[in-house]
């Protein structure tokens, strides 16, 4: 009786939508169609079909993976550094560090969004602090070159934050006793790290990685608020193509594509899980 209200709700506004969606995904569901939902045909895996022979949906496949490559192994890499560095490496301020690097988690997408487009302008602080050392900055929210580049640069300075707290706290459970075993046998820092630190750090490893992974994959509010897709459908994700087809009304086509990153999600994360997983 006490989860019934949780239930409730939880079915209401969540199972029975995705329920919804995914009967959505074989039909020919549009705008047009919602006075008289009757009128609705199922047509199977059509609508997939279309789907993989839209050379712009596979464009937003081809971004979102970029997205992915470049900026988990980004945000990993530099998640680890500063969780290594203010667990041992610095001793003063160290709160004080890890409040900074954590509340651009915190902080509206929206609003780090339209900071971040004042920041790449051409004439923006980026580029006049590159000024300064002779580099002439580039166009980065106007080019197809850089702005997926700069879009990621955002995203790993958004969820270093996360990863870092995950990963402080994976270091805190191992034990000291056996990184003092591991000096006296004459193991110096690097060596300590990679014999002894990452392969206890593994599953928290794990779940940072998957926990950003989500994120990464449906990479949207950062193309939708400083790019808008552009420039040429450089930054235009899944997510973006799916949100557009909502907008202009072809609701199975959206429906059909939300489910096909609703599949990269759970494959790219099974596939973590056989990579990064425990072997004890």
């Keep these: 009786m ?25 039909t020919d569901l549009s705008a047009k169609d919602i006075p008289n939902p009757l009128a609705v045909n199922f047509v199977g895996l059509d609508q997939y079909a279309q789907l993989f022979g839209d050379t712009r949906f596979l464009n937003a ?13 980004t945000t990993v890499a530099f998640a680890l550094v500063l969780a290594l560095a203010l667990s041992s490496g610095i001793t003063k301020f160290r709160s004080a560090f890890r409040v900074g690097f954590y509340a651009p988690v915190v902080t509206s997408i929206v609003a780090v969004s339209v900071v971040w487009r004042y920041l790449l302008q051409d004439d923006g602080l980026v580029n006049t602090a590159l000024g300064w050392v002779g580099i002439d900055g580039p166009a980065w929210l106007s080019s197809t070159t850089w702005a997926l580049p700069a879009l990621t640069g955002m995203a790993v300075w958004r969820h270093v934050g996360t990863l870092m707290v995950i990963f402080i706290a994976g270091l805190q459970g191992i034990p000291d006793d056996v990184q003092e075993a591991a000096k006296v046998d004459g193991a110096g820092p690097f060596r300590r790290l990679w014999s002894i630190t990452l392969p206890l750090l593994k599953p ?5 990685v998957v926990l950003i992974s989500v994120s990464f994959l449906q990479f949207f509010e950062e193309a939708f608020v400083m790019t808008q897709g552009g420039p040429l459908d450089s930054t235009r994700s899944v997510a973006y193509y799916t949100y557009e087809k909502f ?18 999600i759970a494959l790219f994360s099974l596939l973590q899980f056989r990579l990064l997983r425990s072997q004890d």
């Design 61 to 73: 496949l081809k971004v979102t993976g970029l997205f992915v490559v470049m900026g988990i192994p």
């Design 247 to 264: 907008g202009i009304g072809q609701y199975g086509l959206a429906s059909a594509a939300s489910y096909v990153l609703f599949a990269a």
């Design 204 to 208: 928290t490893i794990l779940l940072g």
């Design 2 to 26: 006490f989860a019934l209200p949780f239930v409730l709700v939880f079915g209401a506004f969540m199972v029975v939508p995705l329920v919804s969606s995914f009967g959505m995904s074989f």
